[in-house]
């Protein structure tokens, strides 16, 4: 019986995501590794279906893996282009990779019987090209059921090198499973295309992976040529990494657009050989989400007030994994999608193309396909909610990706009530390359981490404003500028004809101003008896040169510290992640246990400069000195507070730093 699973919508992500290895990479690396002469260690490789299959595979030829699955590691010792058993019965399940790459490599062996069987959706997917090409250096194929097709004996005699043809244009697993194999042939080979191959970044992948384990694969137009030397080497013990899986990266790419807030993808930057990375860069382009760079890791979130086309066409030949994952959000978004170069998915897991289509038009206005393309109409957010019954299954047809892709459109809170409304049907496939996936996407949610306060203080014009209003935007963080709170005060103050240095007026006149909150976009902004004060009257030099001194006077500081030390709350029950809450005493009064407590400065020529280029005129040093100087939290470096000069510093290196500051804590 197929089990189901309800995806429970929610609001905001908070994802701090660390993608599973790539399965592509480390089931190239296993076969490299294999290959390339001594022994090798894998680090933080993916134990997943796939990868499973491909150890297997290689244990049953004869290889001796050592797999710890704690650790995420295999040891695996080459046979030095060989392969050590002459007879074996594999199964390659329905894995596309162990399927082309296995019965490239058994070719290498010399009066060798392989029986290769595979689950059944398996035997549909191609295979004849590398088949064609392996028979032209004298292997030769029983075929178990269908010609051309698994299951099927393949009997070897090695390869001889020289040149051979290979038609990829399918699959091109083949034609890296044969440049892999290659370097254990009896002489170099030439391998050349027939015609043009899908997936040229996995190619590339392939190549420089060869490259990375000591071999050697030019490369002109459409011809490969593998040399053989590293083979011959004596090698000592190689260390090789696994890099995070981009695809499995592109769900939580995608979420803060179906969700809001943002995610953390770690060590994205790391992800270098695998062209899927660049699923970023097409949503970016398009206009869905914003990035920013943090050390190693991305932080992606959702674009604000993109004005988008009515269509929008994108090729995703290079990418085509990663199609799934736009294609299952595009019901939520506001234009027609079409999604081309992706005719050959259709051979894949699935027919990927049929069967998203066919999924999408349960929530779709319309669905259209082509042999190479998906083009999707979708409805508005209100007649979604009006067709949809209460809760809809989506087919996985043992597709990992359908399953992980619709995962990620379920998680909109599409009726506002929390209650789920996309039910995946099998989730247990997505084992094929990420095992935990729905826990993973479970800690997303943003109730699964705490609500984290962070204090910015500084002086005037030491850009803290404009560096956590930033950083709010990309954390999905509330905003509080306290020094707006000041300003909005002394206006009330001076609006009632009150004198900074008359106490007892001053006592009476707070007893007038009512304050409260009204959230703009991110920002959390001070009212005053209802209303919101414009920037111009509290941005002038009227109230510049009053400020500082109604600051000083502790009944102010006082009638403001509750409420701002209200503001956590307030930003918790409006499903921020975070606050950053920036102004003189922050992290020395309001929120000395503020979880993150930085205190930026820059010299005094930078700051004159920057308030010129405002057009501002700003008594800054004298408000610094009246700040300083107070008996009431007066403005200092809080003890222990991260200190950022940012004098010599772009905004955008500030911005880094704070985030670093932060999501390192
Ligand atoms: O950040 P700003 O320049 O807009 O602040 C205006 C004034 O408000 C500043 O000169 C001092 C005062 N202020 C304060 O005393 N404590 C804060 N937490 C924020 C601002």
Redo the contacts with the bound molecule.
């Keep these: 019986m197929n089990s189901e699973i309800s995806v429970k919508p929610f609001v905001k992500c908070r994802a701090s995501i660390t993608p599973p290895g790539s399965k592509s990479i480390t089931n190239r690396a296993m076969m490299l590794s294999a290959l390339a002469g001594g022994r090798t260690l894998l680090k933080d490789v993916l134990f997943s279906r796939d990868t499973n299959i491909m150890a297997d595979c290689l244990q049953k030829l004869g290889y001796m893996l050592k797999l710890d699955r704690n650790e995420n590691t295999i040891e695996i010792d080459s046979a030095y282009g060989s392969i050590p058993n002459s007879e074996a019965e594999i199964n390659v399940g329905n894995a596309g990779t162990a399927a082309r790459f296995v019965t490239a490599l058994v070719a290498l062996r010399k009066k060798g019987k392989f029986k290769l069987t595979s689950d059944k959706a398996m035997h549909a997917r191609p295979i004849k090209g590398l088949i064609d090409a392996l028979k032209s250096q004298g292997a030769t194929f029983e075929f178990l059921g269908e010609e051309n097709h698994l299951p099927f004996v393949i009997r070897t005699n090695g390869l001889n090198g020289g040149d051979i043809l290979i038609d990829a244009g399918e699959s091109s697993q083949m034609l890296s499973g044969l440049l892999m194999a290659s370097v254990g042939a009896e002489s170099p080979m030439n391998v050349k295309l027939s015609s043009g191959t899908v997936s040229k970044p996995f190619v590339n992948m392939t190549i420089e992976m060869m490259k990375q384990f000591g071999f050697s694969c030019e490369v002109d137009g459409t011809n490969y040529k593998v040399d053989l030397r590293a083979k011959r080497r004596a090698d000592s013990p190689r260390i090789y990494s696994i890099e995070p899986d981009a695809t499995a990266a592109s769900y939580f790419v995608a979420l803060p657009i179906v969700v809001g807030g943002v995610s953390e993808i770690v060590n994205f930057g790391s992800c270098k050989l695998q062209g899927d990375s660049a699923f970023v860069e097409v949503l970016e382009s398009i206009g869905l989400i914003k990035t920013q760079h943090c050390g190693n890791n991305l932080l992606v979130y959702a674009s604000e007030n993109t004005v988008f086309p009515e269509t929008v066409e994108v090729d995703f030949n290079d990418i085509s994994d990663t199609f799934l994952t736009l294609a299952s959000i595009s019901m939520l978004l506001p234009f027609k999608l079409k999604i081309k170069g992706i005719a050959h998915t259709r051979a894949q897991e699935t027919d990927r193309v049929g069967a998203v289509a066919c999924q999408l038009r349960k929530f779709c206005a319309s669905v259209e396909e082509t042999e190479d393309s998906i083009s999707i109409i979708p409805y508005t957010r209100e007649e979604l909610v009006k067709k949809l019954p209460s809760e809809t299954l989506v087919n996985t047809y043992d597709d990992h990706r359908i399953a992980m892709s619709f995962a990620i459109a379920g998680c909109a809170d599409i009726r506002g009530d929390g209650k789920p409304w996309i039910k995946i049907e099998n989730p247990e496939c997505v084992s094929k390359t990420w095992v935990d996936f729905f826990e993973v996407l479970y800690t997303a949610r943003k109730d699964s981490k705490k609500f984290r306060v962070i204090a910015v203080?500084g002086g005037?014009?030491v850009g803290?404003?404009s560096v956590s209003r930033e950083c709010s935007r990309v954390l999905d963080y509330m905003h509080v500028?306290?020094?707006?709170?000041?300003?909005t005060i002394?206006y009330g103050l001076l609006e009632q004809g009150v004198d900074a240095s008359d106490k007892n007026a001053i006592i009476q006149a707070l007893k007038n101003l009512k304050i409260g909150t009204a959230l703009e976009g991110n920002s959390a902004k001070i009212t005053l008896n209802g209303n919101l004060v414009p920037d111009s009257e509290i941005?002038n030099e009227r109230i510049?040169l009053k400020?500082?001194e109604f600051?000083?006077v502790a009944e102010v500081?006082d009638f403001l510290k509750n409420y701002?030390r209200s503001m956590a709350d307030f930003g918790k029950e409006n499903h921020f992640n975070g606050m950053i809450m920036?102004?003189?005493?922050?992290g020395s009064v309001?929120f000395p246990d503020a979880d993150v407590r930085i205190f930026l400065d820059a010299d005094e020529e930078t700051r004159a400069k920057r308030r010129a280029k405002e057009g501002i005129s700003?008594s800054i040093k004298k408000?610094?000195e009246?700040?300083k100087n107070?008996k009431t939290?007066p403005?200092k470096q809080p003890e222990g507070a991260d200190l950022i000069d940012t004098s010599h510093l772009t905004k955008e290196q500030v911005v880094q730093k704070t985030l670093s500051l932060i999501l390192e804590s």
């Excluded at 500028?481 to 300003?487: C, I, L, N, Q």
């Excluded at 920036?582 to 922050?586: C, L, N, P, V």
Aim: proline fraction near 0%.
């Design positions: 203080d005037a014009a803290k404003s500028d306290t020094g707006a709170h000041y300003r002394a941005r510049n400020v500082a600051a000083a500081r701002q920036e102004g003189r005493d922050i309001i700003d408000r610094d009246l700040d107070r939290a403005l």
